[in-house]
């Protein structure tokens, strides 16, 4: 299907954004690598800064949604509905890969429009894997665990690599845009769920190396 001009806008800036950072591309820049008219990006979003929002919103609307699909999943068991919310994250990420590093790059800068981020769809991150960690905990499927941290935790194994694509191909010699990584790194991911957060994992682990 033909991508829309509004489309092309989107993709040409995630693009430039990761390439250029947000403050070295121009609207000039934007237009040509979509090969659209200037005039096409102001009636569509005012400007670059209108642009900038559209792509964290569009961003973390998907992100959130794909959270509470997961969690949907929270009356069959907490290990179960924390690894889908795992799951649905890192196949999310996956597929957007050049909007998701750009994001989580721009995410760390303090600025009133982060700050409203934070406020709306992170804190709705944070109440959906509260819940599940604290169900967990409750059913005794969790060890008893500072719910912050394990948020803390979750979010470094899930963001890292695409934060950090460019230390993992030269140095690692791993790419996150791979199919096989995804797959690979993800069941680390349920390692982590199973050996550090479940209760009879742990104690386990802990009774075979004493």
Wanted: charged residues 25%; aromatic residues 14%.
């Amino acid at each position: 299907m033909k991508k829309t001009s509004k489309e092309l806008i989107v993709e040409a800036a995630v693009s430039l954004f990761n390439s250029k950072g947000f403050n070295g591309t121009s609207i000039r820049d934007i237009a040509e690598k979509a090969k659209v008219n200037a005039a096409n990006i102001a009636y569509y979003f005012k400007n670059k800064q209108g642009l900038l929002e559209h792509c964290f919103t569009m961003y973390f609307e998907g992100y959130v949604e794909e959270i509470e699909k997961g969690f949907e999943l929270i009356d069959e068991g907490a290990p179960g509905c924390l690894k889908k919310i795992a799951e649905n994250i890192m196949n999310y990420h996956y597929h957007n890969i050049a909007l998701t590093r750009f994001v989580l790059r721009e995410i760390s800068i303090d600025s009133q429009f982060v700050r409203e981020i934070m406020s709306t769809y992170l804190m709705k991150e944070r109440y959906y894997i509260s819940k599940v960690v604290e169900k967990g905990v409750k059913t005794r499927e969790f060890r008893h665990l500072m719910t912050d941290y394990v948020i803390l935790q979750l979010k470094g194994l899930l963001n890292m690599p695409f934060l950090n694509a460019q230390y993992m191909a030269e140095v690692l010699h791993v790419f996150p845009h791979e199919k096989y990584f995804a797959e690979k790194y993800l069941q680390e991911v349920f390692n982590w769920v199973d050996g550090v957060l479940c209760k009879h994992e742990y104690e386990k682990t802990v009774l075979a190396v004493y």
